[in-house]
């Protein structure tokens, strides 16, 4: 029911924000607000969407919470019971216009937690990713993930942990964790871990509306409007992605006419702002990088030697297989295909690399181009297994059908 998941995605974390403010512990509030999604699933498609949604699902997922209280102890119970049933209790809690994600995000990110930690719980908690699409981001199984994330939660039970605002020393971190937060959500909804569907559109404006929050609470945070000129350049590409039959159409195949223009002068614009001012971050280095691509009139006329410069500074500020994995597609391009597989062979002793299909699909890409078809046929067939997107697979499945190289894979620089 799309209407139901809009709503969802529209309210939850206000609801989740609702429910910390009165009761405090993020894990009695998600499972409250998971009871109260699947009441909601099973009554709304029958009753239909209630007029004031927010105030529905936090009437439920607080007589959730109430009810655990009864069951857990008289003292909470007389505690929970006096804060709550005053009759104005749920009103005060649903009557809150102001946009509570981005507060969230600060309050989840909690300095008792590790940097990987609150990143996670806010992409679970908050965000609302499944563990499957937050472990594709860090390279883990699921298991692996949701073992992480029930560690978080215990850590927190364990520290007293209370969802305050962080105090000024405390701010830096936590916001650079949510700039995390909001580029990974972007990432989800730009290129989709999973399923069907190559894009979600609506998640990656979402991102890009939090990040545009952040960027007007602090204009002078470089990496956040790094961040956020990042995701204009790359989602300005978005309606040129998806062809007949929600195919995937890489860089090269792009017909760059349909790029928004308006998303590319705003992200360039940010980026001219943000780069003189002095620390460079990865964000920026990441935007300076599209902005070399969506510079280019056609992909021929793309500068790789640029843009492998680049992915050569960014590999110093923020090291790690990804940024490894793209490099090696710049230098590729740049110079020779040999460079460029040269500087993958490390990655395939990495055990998170092994089990993650771009490693296989850009190592096809550079033997197509080094002129080893069979070499990249096979790993072509390795990509295509691994991957759990459908319209990554099908385009996988085309290379295997073509003789001769051909346009980088989407995981690629530029591949996208």
Same mark, same amino acid.
């Given at each position: 029911?799309?209407?139901?998941?809009?709503?969802?995605?529209?309210?939850?974390?206000?609801?989740?924000?609702?429910?910390?403010?009165?009761?405090?512990?993020?894990?009695?509030?998600?499972?409250?607000?998971?009871?109260?999604?699947?009441?909601?699933?099973?009554?709304?498609?029958v009753?239909?969407?209630?007029?004031?949604?927010?105030?529905? !699902?936090?009437? #439920? $997922?607080?007589?959730r919470?109430?009810?655990? *209280?009864? =069951?857990?102890?008289?003292? &909470? %119970?007389?505690? @929970?019971?006096?804060?709550?049933?005053?009759?104005?209790?749920?009103?005060?809690?649903?009557?809150?216009?102001?946009?509570?994600?981005?507060r969230?995000?600060?309050?989840?990110?909690?300095?008792?937690?590790?940097?990987?930690?609150?990143?996670?719980l806010? !992409?679970?908690? #908050? $965000?609302?990713?499944?563990?499957?699409?937050? *472990?594709? =981001?860090?390279?883990?199984? &699921? %298991?692996?993930? @949701?073992?992480?994330?029930t560690?978080?939660?215990?850590?927190?039970?364990?520290?007293?942990?209370?969802?305050?605002?962080?105090?000024?020393?405390?701010?830096?971190?936590?916001?650079a964790?949510v700039?995390?937060?909001?580029?990974?959500?972007?990432?989800?909804?730009?290129?989709?871990?999973?399923?069907?569907?190559?894009?979600? *559109?609506?998640?990656?404006?979402?991102?890009? %509306?939090?990040?545009?929050?952040?960027?007007?609470?602090?204009?002078?945070h470089?990496?956040?409007?790094?961040?956020?000129?990042?995701?204009?350049?790359?989602?300005?590409?978005?309606?040129?992605?998806?062809?007949q039959?929600?195919?995937l159409?890489?860089?090269?195949?792009?017909?760059?006419?349909?790029?928004?223009r308006?998303?590319?002068?705003?992200?360039?614009?940010?980026?001219?702002?943000?780069?003189?001012?002095?620390?460079?971050?990865?964000?920026?280095?990441?935007?300076?990088?599209?902005?070399?691509?969506?510079?280019?009139?056609?992909?021929e006329?793309?500068?790789?030697?640029?843009?492998?410069?680049?992915?050569?500074?960014l590999?110093?500020?923020?090291?790690?297989?990804?940024?490894?994995?793209?490099?090696?597609?710049?230098?590729?391009?740049?110079?020779?295909p040999?460079?460029?597989?040269?500087?993958?062979?490390?990655l395939?002793?990495?055990?998170?690399?092994?089990?993650?299909?771009?490693?296989?699909?850009?190592?096809?890409?550079?033997?197509?181009?080094?002129g080893?078809?069979?070499?990249?046929?096979e790993?072509?067939?390795?990509?295509?297994?691994?991957?759990?997107?459908?319209?990554?697979?099908?385009?996988?499945?085309?290379?295997l059908?073509?003789?001769?190289?051909?346009?980088?894979?989407r995981?690629?620089?530029?591949?996208?």
């Amino acid at each position: 029911m799309k209407v139901l998941d809009d709503v969802w995605r529209r309210e939850a974390p206000h609801v989740l924000g609702a429910l910390l403010r009165r009761y405090g512990d993020l894990g009695d509030c998600e499972e409250a607000l998971q009871d109260a999604a699947e009441a909601a699933a099973a009554q709304w498609p029958v009753d239909g969407v209630p007029d004031a949604p927010r105030a529905w !699902l936090i009437t #439920v $997922a607080s007589r959730r919470l109430i009810d655990r *209280a009864r =069951a857990d102890s008289a003292r &909470a %119970r007389r505690e @929970t019971l006096d804060a709550t049933q005053r009759p104005d209790a749920v009103e005060d809690l649903a009557v809150q216009d102001r946009d509570d994600t981005l507060r969230l995000f600060l309050l989840c990110c909690h300095p008792a937690l590790t940097r990987p930690s609150q990143v996670a719980l806010c !992409l679970r908690a #908050v $965000a609302g990713l499944g563990v499957e699409q937050i *472990a594709a =981001a860090y390279l883990v199984p &699921a %298991r692996t993930m @949701t073992q992480r994330l029930t560690r978080a939660r215990t850590v927190l039970r364990q520290a007293g942990a209370r969802f305050v605002m962080p105090s000024e020393r405390d701010l830096p971190d936590r916001v650079a964790a949510v700039i995390d937060v909001c580029h990974l959500v972007f990432t989800e909804g730009y290129a989709r871990t999973s399923g069907a569907a190559l894009l979600d *559109a609506g998640l990656a404006e979402e991102a890009i %509306r939090l990040t545009r929050q952040l960027h007007a609470a602090l204009p002078g945070h470089a990496e956040v409007a790094g961040a956020l000129a990042l995701m204009l350049l790359t989602h300005a590409r978005s309606p040129a992605r998806v062809g007949q039959g929600g195919d995937l159409v890489p860089l090269a195949e792009q017909d760059r006419a349909l790029w928004r223009r308006d998303l590319i002068a705003e992200g360039v614009g940010l980026l001219e702002r943000t780069l003189p001012l002095g620390h460079v971050g990865r964000f920026q280095l990441q935007a300076a990088i599209a902005a070399v691509h969506a510079e280019a009139a056609a992909y021929e006329e793309t500068d790789w030697l640029q843009i492998s410069v680049i992915y050569d500074m960014l590999s110093r500020v923020a090291p790690g297989p990804a940024v490894t994995l793209n490099h090696a597609v710049a230098v590729a391009m740049a110079h020779e295909p040999a460079a460029g597989l040269a500087m993958l062979r490390p990655l395939l002793d990495d055990p998170a690399m092994q089990r993650h299909h771009r490693l296989y699909a850009v190592r096809g890409h550079l033997l197509d181009l080094s002129g080893d078809a069979e070499a990249a046929d096979e790993q072509y067939r390795i990509a295509a297994r691994l991957t759990a997107s459908l319209p990554e697979q099908r385009y996988l499945n085309r290379r295997l059908a073509r003789s001769g190289p051909g346009p980088a894979p989407r995981g690629a620089a530029g591949g996208r």
